[in-house]
């Protein structure tokens, strides 16, 4: 089905629509991923493809992970709720991939609602698979990684994702829909809590959970969120047959991946664009390319192998002027130069069709750049990260190194308009991919990115 759309361009940091961008384009489905450790600015780069988009749609991870946007000088972060409901116009969705915390939902719709942003059952739907995290879930979690000896612990925000992503496989969760069935709800909640605080008292020797105050609380949750809960596959597959675009919008990143990533520092579910199939129930023949949203440095908070780390004034710099905090927990993140292997890797495993280049605008002041095409180990060199955790924290990047630049780019809008060395150092990351550049950001604002491909058209 073809209908139009009007190109959004940028004059004089304005947004601006023009009647001759007009161009006739195909219903399309995109994903949006990570490509390094999470934290690349994949919350600003769905608020710009949510322009053109009619679904956005949520497929993994929990509140363990935060979308940071700055629109007009308002900070906006976002644990669970899709970045897109800042459209008024668009349909936001929580798939079954997703684990929700209903308080901190419930928290993040307040807040909206405080900031004049309606949530409404025709804004948002989240899907009756998706698990709820339980109190006895956070109380697991922080059990046991403080039980876990010095250098063995896993970095885990301690919300309770693991716990109850363990649930879920082993078939003793408790999902969204549940909470339309009240005997069905308190049956297993009831198994829950027996269980869980056989395990907390005895093993980790934490205070039990209360069965009446959890059911009692989970009352007032589904009294507000029933009205939200539905079949988010059904709905899409109505979208697309509608001829609607949809947006894919992921957590954390590829190296981040239970599967693919550094284990077992890693989160408890598929963060890879595989997964937005799976964590939606969308078919995978339906889904027209997928973007990777790779930092122009990279970043990793809490423990794990990071092999471009740096530990001297150009790190505490690229933390400083990077504003390098999660926005989910506020750790200060690690800092070091470009890993191309870990770009590799997520352009594999993610079948990247398109870069989202993000913080250009950090590199800006220094004389030399680095990018680590190769590790070393042993005295051979790796182009993949190891699968086998020690030999990933051994590894010594390779660096080719490149001219950087002196100039403030934030300002600049047009590609073109970039200094030289900074469009040579997008289009080595391109050749060293294989993938080209689709949108460039140059600050953290909505008007501070340029779009050079649109995903979105035919």
Known sequence: MLKHIVEILYIDGSLVESDEQIQEKIMASVVVVGTQWGDEGKGKIVDILTRYADYIVRFQGGNNAGHTLVVEGKKFVFHIIPSGILYEDKVCMIGN?????????????????????????????????????????????????????????????????GPCYMDKVGRVGIKAGDLLDDDLFRERLQENIEEKNFLLTKKYNSAPVSFETVYTAFQGFADKLIPFIGNVSVELDKARKGGQNILFEGAQGTQLDIDHGTYPFVTSSNTIAGNACNGSGFGPAHIDSVIGILKAYTTRVGEGPFPTELFDGVGDELQRKGGEFGATTGRKRRCGWLDGVVAADATRLNGLTGLALTKLDVLS????????????????????????????????????????????????????????????????????????????SVGPDRDETMLLKNPFEG
């Open 97 to 161: 991939g997703v684990i929700i915390d209903p308080a901190v939902l419930l928290a993040e719709m307040d807040e909206l609602q405080e900031k004049g942003l309606q949530v409404t059952p025709r804004r948002l739907l989240i899907s009756e698979n998706a698990h709820l995290i339980m109190p006895y879930h956070q109380s697991l979690d922080q059990a046991k990684e403080a039980a876990l000896a010095t250098g063995k612990k896993i970095g885990t925000t301690g919300r309770g994702i």
């Open 365 to 440: 002041g220094h004389p030399v750049l680095k990018m680590a095409t190769e590790y070393e180990l042993a005295g051979k060199r790796l182009s993949a990260m190891p699968s086998n955790i020690r030999q990933a924290a051994a590894v010594k990047p390779v660096y080719e190194e490149l001219a950087g630049w002196q100039e403030d780019i934030t300002g600049v809008r047009d590609f073109d308009d970039l200094p030289v060395k900074t469009r040579e150092y997008i289009r080595r990351i391109e050749e060293f991919t294989g993938v080209e550049t689709v949108i460039v």
